[in-house]
């Protein structure tokens, strides 16, 4: 059974302070469209540039993960991502007035209970989960991190383990089976930090927003009377002490193993940075959040892997054409010997699909290589621009008045040789939708199964009649 896409019903707001830039923020969860994902905007700054949820925008992970894109960005941003993961929402548009995500109590629960508030729609679009392969692991043997992400066809479990050689802390595990038990287990367990790494935060004025209630402090030293009263001038409370539990008073543990509970929160807002739902069961030992993005950025490329495996089509070279040779020649100004497309497979208004007949023939091989012949990578490029060629000039009524230029080639990239006797067939697919005559179109070059040759093309159709 499918599963349908989520946004949420109508715009919610909610306000609070950036645990490390102290400063006054307002976080707006907006309905988003089907496939937009996870995104921010900055309204408080000109453009209000957009900022994707992606582990590949990541670009600091030392106190939280932080994401930059289009000259913008925004931090602190696992707490919220994982609230949208846990209640299983696809598609929120999250506007900001400041760069840092509000801190609230350091979990992630009143995040679930804003949105809840306005509740979820469902959408037209099928949810397209991840399901994890086979088992993915990942380490950094120094900080003695091991995570790995196992099958698991039904469902997205977690289980993470904490160890951080203290008396206090000891060895903890959380682990939920499911995602339907991150609001009851999950979602209200706070950060933490040790009294050591706070008194530098404080030293490097790097927790403005901090006011100890919305942090574990975990005491791993010796701390006498005179350190405590400091700390409480420093947070404006009349006095602090040491819990039995070994943590400062300020609050009361909501869970025993607490810590353990929010690394497991953090895993799940930082993997929601590989971009797509998974499905599979993972395993966390001490992981971070440096570790998190390292093992997102590897899951994802084994999904966009995947992926270009799966868009990979063989056809049939003898398949009827929609435009043979001569065809083509009524369409295209080209003409041997650089008239480089023979047939024309397929054609739809967002793809196309063509076919070269690589032959001994061809007068390239004259001079390029004659005792050991190979097609020249520059005539592939320029094969695949002429089949994306046919797919413009499919917009126009009269395409034998129009010719096709080249604006820009990126990403080129030749996988294997392509050599006489090979039929090299093309497909074109449109990045973006045609515009005043330019479109954008990711290409790939395919001798049966394989590709050779892939590139991202812009071209715009001119008149010359």
Avoid at 148 to 159: E, H, K, N, S, W
Wanted: aromatic share 6%; proline share 6%.
């Amino acid at each position: 059974m499918n599963v349908k896409q989520r946004t949420i019903k109508a715009p919610v707001s909610i306000s609070g302070v950036g645990l490390h830039t102290g400063q006054n923020v307002t976080m707006t969860f907006n309905p988003a469209p089907e496939k937009h994902g996870y995104k921010f905007r900055r309204v408080d700054l000109p453009g209000q540039p957009v900022i994707d949820a992606d582990c590949d925008n990541v670009t600091d992970t030392s106190r939280g993960t932080t994401l930059t894109q289009n000259g913008a960005s925004v931090s602190t941003v696992e707490h919220v991502l994982a609230a949208l993961v846990g209640l299983e929402i696809d598609n929120v548009l999250i506007d900001m007035d400041a760069q840092e995500t509000p801190i609230m109590d350091g979990s992630s629960i009143q995040f679930i209970t804003a949105i809840e508030e306005t509740g979820t729609v469902e959408q037209d679009a099928d949810r397209e989960y991840y399901h994890i392969p086979y088992n993915i692991h990942y380490s950094e043997p120094d900080r003695k991190v091991d995570m790995v992400a196992m099958p698991l066809d039904d469902d997205y479990r977690f289980t993470c383990m904490v160890d951080y050689n203290s008396q206090v802390l000891g060895s903890q595990h959380a682990t939920i089976s499911s995602l339907k038990e991150f609001k009851k287990e999950i979602a209200s367990s706070r950060t933490f930090c040790f009294l050591h790494e706070l008194e530098m935060l404080v030293k490097h004025d790097l927790i403005k927003g901090g006011d100890l209630n919305n942090a574990i402090v975990v005491v791993d030293k010796d701390v006498d009377q005179e350190e405590l009263s400091h700390l409480a001038k420093l947070f404006n409370r009349k006095d602090i002490n040491v819990a039995p539990q070994g943590i400062l008073n300020n609050i009361e543990l909501r869970h025993q193993n607490e810590p353990a509970r929010h690394k497991l929160l953090d895993m799940i807002g930082d993997l929601a940075l590989v971009g797509v739902p998974l499905k599979g069961h993972i395993m966390a030992a001490r992981p971070g959040h440096a570790a998190n993005v390292a093992f997102a950025k590897k899951i994802k490329a084994l999904i966009k892997k995947e992926r270009s495996r799966k868009h990979v089509k063989v056809y049939d070279p003898n398949m009827k054409p929609v435009y043979d040779t001569v065809q083509i020649m009524e369409i295209l100004p080209h003409r041997p010997p650089l008239l480089l497309v023979d047939k024309i497979l397929e054609l739809t208004k967002t793809h196309v699909v063509g076919l070269k007949a690589v032959t001994m023939n061809e007068p390239f091989f004259v001079g390029h290589f004659p005792g050991a012949p190979v097609m020249p990578g520059v005539l592939q490029i320029e094969a695949m621009a002429q089949t994306g060629g046919i797919l413009v000039l499919n917009t126009v009524p009269d395409p034998e008045n129009w010719l096709t230029l080249f604006l820009k080639i990126e990403n080129a990239r030749f996988k294997d040789k392509v050599l006489p006797g090979d039929t090299l067939i093309f497909r074109c697919d449109l990045i973006a939708p045609i515009r005043r005559g330019i479109a954008q179109m990711k290409g790939i070059g395919m001798v049966g199964e394989k590709i050779v040759v892939e590139a991202e093309l812009m071209a715009q159709i001119v008149k010359y009649k």
